[in-house]
């Protein structure tokens, strides 16, 4: 039999809606809702109400996302679905940090809430905007992002697809470049160039945040965006390093796939981790967990594995 892991969604998956059918039905999500706008009032309301615009403002995606990604783990652990390992796509490691117990939730919560603020600021010091490639292998999307100033390779998210920042007036010709190499730009719902030098300062004060937390033995293995691997201690050098270097996402699947994983459920709005995971091992079984039929079809299967 082999391992499950839960994934945690980055930006761009939110949607209007999300969490409120979880909350309905799951007393362990609703109480997680609880406990966020106790921190952050009208967090919930922005899950459950708020339009496609706020929720696409960094500020706003992250708590959120952090919000509903818990509360569908917490839904999943109230039916006794324990995973054995965790990981996270960018916000959502700060969301598989507070699952595994390395921080508890006020603190996660806290946390994600101040990287969501200094991500925005960076974003808004400079136009930058980020687009996915697809169709072509890593090294060529690498060569073509050296032959642009304020262009780089962000997010190694599975085989023939890596995420781009860059500066805006830049994106038009990369773009182009894209498409006369065989491959395709797809523009990115997020707000900023996230995971490249443009967060520098970013991750410098989010560095400064880590420094008062006091982290913990995770209960199960966390992997780490910034190198692929399990987390060995080294928290505040790994997460502030994530903000302005790129996921290693492909990374952590293989390594998790390598340690017997075979089972996925990725807990939070849509299924992007789900489908870059089955595009890197065919084999894995994927399940996602966003509302009251998903949750009750991966309980279900996942109590098979």
């Not at 916000?91 to 595994?100: K, N, P, Q, R």
């Not at 603190?107 to 010091?125: K, N, P």
């Not at 399990?230 to 050098?237: K, L, N, R």
Request: charged fraction near 20%; include cysteine.
């Amino acid at each position: 039999m082999g391992k499950v892991a839960i994934v945690f969604p980055g930006q761009g998956a939110q949607y209007t809606g999300m969490g409120r059918e979880l909350a309905e039905v799951s007393p362990a999500a609703a109480e997680v809702f609880h406990q966020a706008d106790a921190i952050r009032p009208g967090t919930s309301d922005q899950c459950f109400h708020g339009s496609e615009a706020l929720l696409r403002e960094t500020r706003v995606t992250q708590p959120c996302m952090l919000a509903v990604e818990l509360a569908a783990a917490a839904a999943l652990k109230e039916r006794d679905v324990i995973p054995d390992a965790a990981a996270g796509f960018s916000l959502g490691e700060i969301s598989a940090l507070t699952f595994v117990g390395a921080v508890d939730f006020s603190e996660g919560f806290r946390l994600v809430c101040r990287r969501g603020e200094l991500m925005q600021e960076a974003a808004q010091s400079v136009s930058t905007a980020m687009c996915a490639v697809v169709r072509l292998d890593n090294e060529t999307v690498e060569r073509l992002c050296g032959s642009f100033d304020g262009v780089y390779p962000v997010n190694y998210n599975c085989p023939g697809q890596v995420a781009v920042a860059g500066l805006a007036e830049a994106m038009p010709a990369f773009s182009a470049a894209v498409k006369a190499a065989g491959g395709r730009a797809i523009p990115l719902k997020v707000s900023g160039g996230f995971h490249s030098p443009f967060m520098e300062g970013a991750s410098v004060q989010f560095r400064k945040e880590l420094e008062d937390i006091s982290f913990r033995q995770p209960e199960i293995p966390l992997y780490a965006n910034a190198t692929g691997l399990p987390y060995a201690g080294d928290y505040e050098t790994l997460l502030a390093k994530q903000i302005c270097s790129p996921v290693r996402w492909e990374s952590i699947v293989r390594h998790m796939l390598a340690s017997g994983i075979d089972t996925f459920v990725e807990a939070g709005p849509g299924n992007t981790l789900s489908g870059l995971i089955s595009k890197i091992d065919k084999q894995a079984r994927t399940f996602c967990v966003s509302d009251a039929d998903s949750l009750m079809g991966a309980v279900q299967e996942v109590g098979k594995c």
